[in-house]
């Protein structure tokens, strides 16, 4: 467990959900990335504009990270690209289909103690750690 | 937004909203795929730091959630957007089984994806390139 960062894994988990709080009490919407990207890939009349400045806010939260720490973001990506397609396809099929990911589902679906968001975390996070372990450890691919 | 369109206050707060997501997102390393694999890796080298970014989010939220939603409409909207649906259905399941198997595969969800396209990694651009497929895929495919 040497990679265990807890303070830095704590503060980040908080610094998110202060972000979705403010979210919910200011604008009175869930912040879940999945749904604010779709909604700018199919917008409904003037609704686009909010999301996008979100996901400007997202870079600029990336970008004051690295301009703090004065170093880039340190990033392994842990598939070929190939691996990288078919799993992308996945995410945003089954993040439509399924109406949310991690942030949506996960940490604001859970906070509103939503029954379908309990259900679909937990769905997500076994299906992902079953797939890991089948192609770390039993089709022994990866790093 | 609805009555008042795109108020300068409302989407100055979207905008810092966004930031402190991303920042989140970039403190707690989750745009590192390595970090996330760490922690799905129960039989590896495990890593519980994802555990903690979920309880240091819940930790926020749960309580917060519960003050806000007891207010009549948030402070700059007439009213909360929030999902409707109440049931566990056979549509939920299979699309947070099919999420789970992609984010198994490369590491990566949504939001790290979409935040850490500013590294111009291009593992990264990759995977959000084939995940907008993905949502095309599903509009096309199933909505119309």
């Known amino acids: 467990m040497e990679n265990f960062t807890p303070l830095s894994a704590l503060l980040g988990g908080a610094l998110i959900g202060i972000a979705a709080t403010l979210m919910l009490w200011i604008n009175g919407r869930i912040t879940g990335i999945s749904g604010i990207l779709g909604g700018v890939l199919f917008p409904v009349k003037t609704d686009a504009l909010w999301r996008i400045l979100f996901i400007l806010g997202l870079f600029s939260g990336a970008l004051l990270f690295m301009l703090v720490r004065g170093a880039p973001i340190e990033l392994a990506p842990q598939a070929s690209p190939l691996l990288s397609i078919v799993a992308g396809l996945l995410v945003g099929f089954g993040t439509r289909l399924g109406s949310g990911c991690t942030s949506g589902h996960g940490i604001c679906g859970i906070a509103r103690v939503s029954k379908r968001s309990f259900a679909a975390t937990l769905m997500f996070m076994i299906t992902a750690v079953i797939t890991v372990f089948l192609v770390r450890h039993v089709l022994g691919a990866g790093s | 937004m609805n009555e008042r369109p795109n108020q300068p206050l409302a989407l100055i707060s979207v905008f810092v909203s966004g930031l402190l997501f991303g920042l989140g997102l970039a403190v707690s390393a989750m745009v590192n795929p390595a970090k996330v694999i760490g922690f799905l890796d129960l039989a590896g080298n495990w890593d519980p730091s994802l555990a903690l ?37 056979k549509r939920l399941l299979s699309g947070a089984m099919l999420f789970g198997i992609g984010w198994g595969l490369a590491g990566l969800c949504p939001g790290p994806a979409l935040t850490s396209l500013v590294t111009l990694n291009g593992s990264v651009w990759l995977f959000f390139a084939a995940m907008i497929g993905g949502m ?9």
Do not use: Q, Y
């Open chain 2, 136 to 144: 095309l895929l599903h509009r096309f495919a199933l909505e119309s």
């Open chain 2, 53 to 89: 970014v979920m309880a240091g989010g819940l930790a926020i939220t749960l309580p917060a959630f519960r003050l806000v939603l007891k207010r009549d409409r948030p402070l700059l909207e007439s009213r909360f957007f929030l999902p409707t649906s109440k049931d566990v259905d």
